[in-house]
């Protein structure tokens, strides 16, 4: 996941001069490392079981785009001239060489193609598909293609002979996967660290260290030394003992519980570091000493073996940190929601508060003028007054009551919400309650009309409401 790969915006640099330096250390890191895979071949007569440069080209393809082909082109065409020029002559040596230099590209491109198809079919697809697209698609498809054409060639050219065709291809295809998963994750970490100029998230311990305290970092130091230790130390104990075990390639398997270790807890870093120590170390030691064809085959595929499966468990640990990662922050936003609903709900509090105090303080306001009201249309009913004036003045009385009735009506109501209300029972007039209630509702505002009530004298005088 180093970026954008096959686009119009490459990570290529910009001036010629850029281009130039970038396309010369391509060239050179594939020429010495092709250098090294071919001092394998020579030993085992053309047989490479190893190929590192492999790793060089998928990287560089998946990292920088499709167009650093010719400087994969210009190394592979540089190394196969150096090694077969002294075999098979200067002429024929320089077109074979040119004709192996563009199927190594091709290799690459085909790894980068197939890789980034999947990314933009499944955008969304976790670590663990992605590598094992990686582990089974799309590094296989293009290392067969290499194999196919590079062996192809080396046949007709006579280099090798049709008869050991299929186990030429074999070797091959199994040595330039091994290569490119052996060097390809570490030339991908590298190029992201000098490109970016800063740690990326999935660089675990090293992401971990910049945030951690002085007895964590001394930890992690420790921790990191032991593991070091135990990474070259094993292959070399294994290593030992094989060369006079009658176990012979079954104990390499043993040094798989480093693999664990480095992944589980460094990281890519920790796959990177036992890999290379675990197979590296092991392949410079014991392929001088190898030479039945059934033995490179099975250490070729306990290469493979370890590498998919630390890539395999590297993603698996990766899904696990964006899966936690996740969850924080959505813990995090779930949090903070929390916090901003606890606010409005207290701010809603206080104004619900403010309000209820203000109807309250107002309610209170206004008994004090209709109690005025009502003492002086009391004094007004004690004079000497005819019987419609008398009448008017007890509909005044009558309409203050009701006045206040409403008024403690609105300050139960504020009692209510403010989860202060307490209900009662009160003896109550029928008769008085629905006579005042008509006089109230219907008076003399409809002359000519009279409304009258009458209430059956076998009902109870009064109720308790």
Request: negative net charge; aromatic residues 10%.
């Amino acid at each position: 996941n180093g970026g954008s790969v096959w686009d119009l915006n490459p990570r290529l640099p910009s001036s010629k001069v850029g281009k130039a330096v970038l396309f010369l250390a391509i060239a050179l890191g594939y020429f010495g490392t092709a250098l090294g895979g071919f001092r394998f071949a020579i030993q085992f007569d053309g047989v490479t079981p190893v190929w590192p440069p492999s790793g060089i080209a998928v990287a560089t393809v998946l990292f920088f785009s499709w167009r650093v082909w010719p400087a994969v082109a210009v190394g592979a065409a540089s190394a196969n001239c150096y090694f077969l020029i002294a075999r098979i002559g200067p002429g024929r040596a320089v077109v074979l060489a040119l004709l192996t230099g563009l199927t190594n590209c091709l290799e690459g491109i085909c790894v980068g193609y197939l890789v980034v198809r999947f990314r933009q079919a499944f955008p969304a697809a976790s670590c663990q598909a992605q590598a094992l697209w990686v582990c089974f698609v799309a590094i296989p498809l293009g290392c067969l293609l290499s194999a196919i054409l590079g062996v192809s060639l080396q046949c007709g050219f006579e280099i090798i002979s049709f008869d050991i065709f299929g186990a030429v291809l074999l070797t091959w295809w199994a040595g330039d996967m091994v290569g490119a998963l052996i060097i390809g994750p570490f030339l991908v970490v590298l190029l992201i660290l000098v490109y970016f100029r800063t740690v990326p998230s999935f660089i675990q311990p090293l992401a971990v260290w910049r945030e951690s305290t002085t007895i964590e970092a001394v930890g992690w130091a420790v921790s990191g030394a032991l593991f070091l230790l135990a990474s070259v130390l094993v292959p070399l104990w294994t290593t030992g003992i094989a060369a006079s075990s009658p176990c012979q390639m079954k104990l390499y398997f043993l040094s798989l519980v480093t693999v664990g270790w480095g992944v589980f807890q460094f990281g890519i870093l920790g796959f990177l570091v036992t890999v290379l120590s675990l197979d590296v170390i092991t392949l410079n030691h014991i392929l001088t000493n190898l030479s039945d064809p059934a033995e490179m085959i099975v250490l070729q595929l306990f290469v493979l073996v370890t590498c998919v499966m630390a890539l395999t468990l590297e993603a698996s640990v990766l899904d696990l940190h964006q899966l936690q990662q996740s969850l924080k922050a959505s813990s995090a936003k779930l949090e903070q929601r929390n916090q901003e609903l606890e606010l409005a709900t207290e701010k809603a509090n206080e104004g619900q508060k403010a309000k209820l105090g203000f109807v309250a303080n107002v309610s209170h306001e206004l008994r004090t003028p209709l109690n005025a009201i009502a003492g002086f249309a009391q004094l007004l009913a004690c004079t000497k007054l005819d019987e419609e004036q008398s009448e008017y003045v007890q509909t005044l009385l009558g309409s203050c009551e009701h006045l206040l009735t409403l008024i403690n009506d609105i300050l139960v109501f504020v009692k209510g919400d403010s989860n202060k209300l307490e209900l009662e029972k009160v003896p109550t007039d029928v008769r008085s309650l629905l006579h005042s209630a008509a006089q109230l509702a219907y008076g003399h505002r409809h002359p000519g009309v009279e409304l009258v009530v009458d209430v059956a004298g076998a009902g109870p005088a009064t109720l308790q409401l």
